[in-house]
């Protein structure tokens, strides 16, 4: 959106002082060739053009000038090259930004330049804005307004129509195990270093994880029976899921927002952390996103980006992968139910995993057979109960409970006590 630029490079010195030793006596002094000088604190840094103020990173690396005003001091510092604002004020926040116009932008902004798009007129002033996080209080959303936004953007004051938006990434760094780990439902008490879980392959020396688990906490014994030991007690008395995990130290970028400017940028996709890619995917690549949003059609592929499958896919909901699972419903690390692509022939296989068998299957091969493993059980009814047969009805069939005497595709009499198999014809119910 179209605001007017707010960078953080002026700094006011009008409430900004020198480190607490020198802070009485320090006096700004800007000397002619635009030094500032903060009395026996050195030099701060030097004026420029504009009203920016370049510091002087001898002084600002080892010096922490305070910042005036109302309520707890903040102290401005650099830090590997890096800018801070610190405080010490419970309850309070650190840093804001305050726009007083209604129809102005609170919002805090990233402006750097743009090797890929040069500016095509001296208007279109590098360093081009590229991200806002903020407040709009003229914005409208469900008729009410004030929206707070992430803007993801390349913008260069000129509404250049050439100029995509960039690429939005999300990014977590850290430890993370990239399998999934195990999670498993414990029992414990509180305080205790020994709790309780179900059979397990697990190792010692995992990490543990949980609820009531104190954070660095690992496996120390017991891997692979049902009496596990920790490194830690637990905090309090739980049946929880307990995750057990082999992390590795990554920094993951599992979500990605395209720009409608490469093949498959105009997708929302969201990548595994085994799978995920450094910040530019390429939708030819082996690595896959295992779910893909398509903006510009409205569907939902899993298995795939959906550029690959655009072409020919024409549902909202698409699963495209070679990996045979479909839909897998799992609790606490358990499958219970699986529905999965299965060979020999082709078909749509319905699965018990904890019996580890198929219990239902529809054939994938142009026959339209299904198959089911065991017996099945019809809907059962009184003769009186059984609804209308019709055209609605035509070729199903139920259990009728109380015939009367019932004889092979003869008409049905409640009162009875025979328990029979019944057919509807599309117009009357008879017995089979």
Known sequence: MKRPSLLLAPVVLAGMMAPAAAQRAATPEIRGNGDIWLGSAGKFGTLRSGGRIDLTPESVTTNSYTLGGSGAPANFFMKNGEAFIANDAAGLNTFGVLNKSTTGYSAFIGHQTDPDYPFPSA????????????????LQAGGVRGVNYWEISRFTGTNEAKYPPTVGA???????????????ECTFAANV????????????????????????TTLVSGGG??????????????????KFSNPVYKQYTPMFFGNCQSPASCDIDFY????????????????????SLDRVNGRAYFGRSSIVDRGFATAPLNVASGDPRVLHSVYIG???FKMNWAQNPLRLSFSDSNANVEVFSMMMDGTRRSAAAGPLKLATYTVAGLPACNATYQDHMAIATDVNAPTYRGALTGGGTVRTPVYCDGTSWTAH
């Open 170 to 184: 999300i990014q977590q760094t850290g430890g993370v195990d990239p399998t999934g780990g195990t999670s498993l």
């Open 225 to 242: 029976t049902t009496s596990l030991t920790l490194s830690n007690p637990t905090r309090s008395a739980k049946d929880r899921p307990v």
């Open 123 to 138: 208007a279109n002033n590098q360093p081009y804005e590229h991200f806002a996080i903020g407040y709009g209080a003229g």
């Open 193 to 216: 270093t020994t709790i309780t879980c179900p059979a397990n392959s697990l190792t010692n020396g995992m990490t543990v994880t949980g609820a009531n688990i104190v954070p660095g």
């Open 272 to 291: 595994t952390w085994n799978d995920t890619p450094s910040f530019v995917p390429d939708a030819y690549s082996d690595t896959r996103p295992y779910m």
């Open 334 to 336: 358990f499958n219970t």
